[in-house]
Structures are given as C-alpha cells and as structure tokens.
C-alpha cells in the first residue's frame, strides 16, 4: 500500500515540477516577446478582440507621445484620424486573418498628425476563436512627404512642359503666319519686279546675280538662264555692255550712265548702285535699266527745233544789220547826231538778239552731240592773247583794269579753236560785265603736270552761296546779276563748260557775293 | 575792165545792198534770185566772183556747187558762202566743193564783205 502511495505521490510531485516547468517556460516565452518587442524598431500594438488597447510597445511609445499605462485599455480608434477606418481594417482582418499596408492617419499625443502605414493580423486562441489582434504600424510620413513633394514637382514639371508646349505651339502658329506673310511679300515684290518698265538685275554679296526681271531680259536681249549666277563681268561679256564689263574701276556709290545703244533706237541709262537691309549695309548691287530712248528722240527734236528756228531768225537779224550798218556809216544819207544815236541802241539790240541767237544755236549742238569740230594742235597761250585783245576795248568803256599774268610759252592744246576761244571769252566777258567801274579783272595762265590752269578773277558782284550749284545750267542768271545786266542770255556758262569738258578739261569758280568770282579751267597740254 | 561780180542771194534787201556797196568801188555787178538763174548767169557771164547764198527757191547754193563742179568752164571760178547757216559740217562740205571762204551775215556787215571781196580778187580794177 505504500509503494502505491509513494508512486502516487512521485506522480503528484513529478506532475507539479511539470507544472512549474511549464509556468517558468511560459514566463521566460513572455519576458521573451516583451524584450523582443521593446528591441523590434516597429512600432507594435496588442488589441483585444473589442478593439481595446492591451500592450504597446516602447516604439509606439515613441511615435505616439503615449505611454503604454495611458492608452492601455482605451479603443484602438482613439489613435487615429478616421475612427471608423480602423474599425472596418479590424473587421476586415478578422475576416480574412492579416491585412498589410494601409494607410492611416495616427494622432499623436500632441495632436501631431502622423501618416502610418499599418498591417493587421490576428490572434487566435488554440480552439481557433478570436482573441485579438496585432497591429504594426510604420511612420511613412517621410516618404509620404518626399512622395508628395515629388507628386508636387512632377507636377510643376508637367505645367512647365504643357506651357512650353503651348508655347512652342504659339511659336509655330506664329512662324506659320509670318511664312504666309512672307509668301504674299515675295508674291507681290514679285509681281511688282515682273512689271516694271525698268530692267533690273540683283547681284548678292557674292557678286552672282540672283534676280533679273523680264524688262532687262528683254532690254539685254538674254534669258536668265543664261545669266543667273554669273558676276557683272561675266554679263557684260555677254551682252557686250563695256560699262558692265569694266564695273571694277567704278568707285562711286552710284553710277549712272547712257549706254552705247544695244539695237536702233534703244537708247538705256544704267545706273548701278549699292544696296542694303538696315542691319546688312550695302551687300547687294542693283543694276537699272532706264529706256530713255524716247527722252532723247524728244532731244534731239527738240534741238533741230532750235536749229532751224534760230537758223529761220538769223535772216530778219542780218537784214536789218546790215540796213543799220549802212545807215549809220551814212552810205544812205547824212544822219542828224539824234538819229545817229537812235539807229546805233538799234543796232545795239539787234546784236544783242544775234547772240541770243548764236548761243541757242550752240545749245541745240551740245545737245545733239555735234558740237566739238575736228579738233587739232592750237598754241592757247597765243589764241588767248588774241581772245583779250578786243576785249580790253570793253573794258575800257566800262573803266575796268583788265590785267592779264600770261606765261611766254607756248601752251599746246588739241581743241577745236573756234569753240576753245568761244569758252574762254565768255568767261572774261562774264568777269568785266559782272564786275563795277574801278573793279579789276585778272586773266592768269600757268601750267601745272601736263595741264594748263586758266583763271580769270573778277572784284564783281560774285555769285549768291544759293545758287551756285545752278551756275552751270542752261539759262540760270543769278538774281544780282539780272539786276546789274538786264542783258545776258544765261547760256554762256554753260556752252562754256561744255566745251571745257568735251576737251577733256575741268571747269569751277570761287564766288563770294559782293567781293568777286574767280572761274578755273585746265586742259591736257599735248606739247 | 571792171571785174565782175555775182551775186546770188534770194533776200532782195541784202542783194541791193550789197549790189551798190560793190558797184560803188567799182565792181560790175550782176545779181540773180535764186540758185537756176544763178547758174545761167555763171555760165553767161563767168564771174571773176561769186557770191553765194545757200538756202534759196528752185536751187539751194548746194546743189549750185556740185553743178559748178561738174562744168569744167566755170569750175575755177571763187566763190564766197554768204549764208545764215554755218554748220561746220557744212563749211566742211562747202570747201571740198571748192568754196574759198564763208560769211555767216549776222557776223559781218557789208563793208567786211567788201573787205573779204577785195581779199579773194583785188579791187575792182
């Protein structure tokens, strides 16, 4: 009996150190976890089945501002922004064991907003009943704040993009009119060009020609497949216009000349000139063409006019001279002193309206081109002191010292004599009628490299600074001189540069009203 | 004997004119009006002098010249232009038909012409 007492005693021992054994090994399972979740560095929540609080750990702690003695047994949704999220998360859970990574808003202590992300899972006893459930919960506000912030760029980004889209469109459309523009620019400087009377040629900055309008083809008698990309010289090679040809010596920035004609009847004035875009100066050369052989057929009728007129005026003129001259030499009857002079002022305006005459006949000849006549050797120097001598008559009568400061030799010209003393009279004439009783008139003549310089310097009235550039042309007078001489045609000066510089001379004064005018010429001395 | 002189002129006032300027230093002087007359009367008369107008009716003094030319009888005989033209080209013309010299009216007066007379032939003696 007591063996079986003891055995049953050795039982009952053996079983409760099985028990203690048991005990201290569910103690050491539960210091276990609880330092295994203090070290975890997730935040961990233990919930009871009705959503109560039983254990944080210290992470959650942490994250929360909470100590595990004041959220232990308060509900789960108390911690977060969205109550019934939370509730419906455990629902769910229960349902369907764990549920990873939702998103969650958790309130801190503070009342600091926290983005979490939170997993659940659930806690079943061994009879597989409910028991609770375990929460972890991750802070993703950093990330969520680097992926906002990233959200918000790319978002930034994508306006930039979609402006710069827009804009370059705006761009486009922009472009797109201004080709359009462009196109109807070309189209109408295209039309324009096309009809022109002028021709016109457009050379670029690499001397080629780029433009020809149908006027020059014509003009040139070429197509402009013939010409395009070839330089001046080359179509002046091929038109046989010398001037085109030669376009190197040319200095000027514009040059205008007549051209040789190409054909009967067509006579052209080329002018070639520089041109440029605002920002580009002068790059390109533009070459025109003017048709003026109808300006010179007009010309030219315009002369013979003159020419037969003046011719058909002559013969009263000579009549009534001669009548007077033999008149007054009193071959008709001796004349009373009263009728002497009458007949004399008459045959005075009579000479007057001769040489109108004679100088209209020398403008119709410069301008038909017939003027120089067979030129040859004259000493000028000798046909000069043969010019000054009947003048110192007229100087006399009008009490001027005429001086003349000639050289002793010879001053050998090729000119056409006539003419060459014509030139150089009108000029002297011009200096004694044009200048006061008292005045002086100078007549010079030096020689300087192969030219011989003629002046002749007066102390007249001088020529008015305004009209000096009008000098020249055909019947200016300057205003005091038409009141000093209601006589003068105002054609000498220009008959006399024109036969100054068709003898390959130059021609030009110095004039200061009230003091005096001095006129230049010099001509090429051929010995 | 007095020398003769021809004047061929269609201005009647000039050709009086000059007709009693060259009578009176005692040239005999005849006259026609135009370049026909005028060639009758070289041929008739043969002139020591002709004097020449050249724009006239029926015959210009042009035409008078190459005419003159072509007559070997009258071909030596001086002639001097008096006319209102004086073209060189026409000067020019008038001296290869074998004119001697040229007087543009407006540019002398009777008593030069005489003078130029008495150049070309010597006084009327």
Known sequence: MSIIRIKKDDKIRGEKKKLKRNKDNSREGNSYMRDFLTFLPLSICDVSPTGMIENVNKELEELSGFTLAEVAGEYLPKLFLRAQKIKELLEKSSEEDTIKNQELTLITKIGKEITVSVSVATRKDSDNNLSGYFLSITDISAQKAIQQQTEKKIKTRTKDLEESRRAVLNILEDTEAAKVEIEKEKTRTQIVLNNFLDGLLIFGSDKKLWSINPRAEEFLKITMEEVLDKTMEEIGEITGIKELANVKKIKKKVFREELVPQEKGLILEMTIQKVGLPNKPETDTLVILHDISREKVIEQLKSQFVSVAAHQLRTPLSIIKWSLSMMIQGELGSLTDEQKEILEKTNQTNERMIRLINDLLNVARIEEGRFIYRPQAVDFNELLQDIIKPIHQLADEKKIKLKASLTKEPKVVRADTEKLALATKNLIENAIYYTEPKGSVTVSLTSKDNQLEFFVKDTGIGIPKDQQSRIFGKFFRGDNAVRKETEGTGLGLFIAKNIIEAHKGKIWFESVEGKGTTFFFTLPIIG | ?125
């Not at chain 2, 370049?35 to 035409?63: N, S, W």
């Open chain 2, 1 to 125: 004997m007095a020398k003769k002189i021809l004047i061929i002129e269609d201005e009647e006032i000039l050709l009086n004119l000059l007709k009693s300027k060259l009578s009176e230093i005692g040239y005999e002087v005849f006259t026609a009006l135009d370049g026909v007359a005028g060639l009758e009367a070289i041929k008739e008369i043969v002139p020591d002098l002709i004097l020449l107008d050249l724009i006239m009716p029926r015959m210009g003094g042009f035409e008078l010249l190459e005419k003159r030319q072509e007559d070997e009888s009258i071909k030596g005989i001086p002639i001097i232009i008096i006319s209102n033209s004086g073209q060189p080209v026409e000067i020019e013309k008038a001296r290869k038909l074998g004119v001697s010299d040229w007087l543009i009216k407006t540019e002398f007066d009777p008593k030069e012409v005489i003078e130029k007379v008495v150049a070309q032939i010597g006084d009327s003696s």
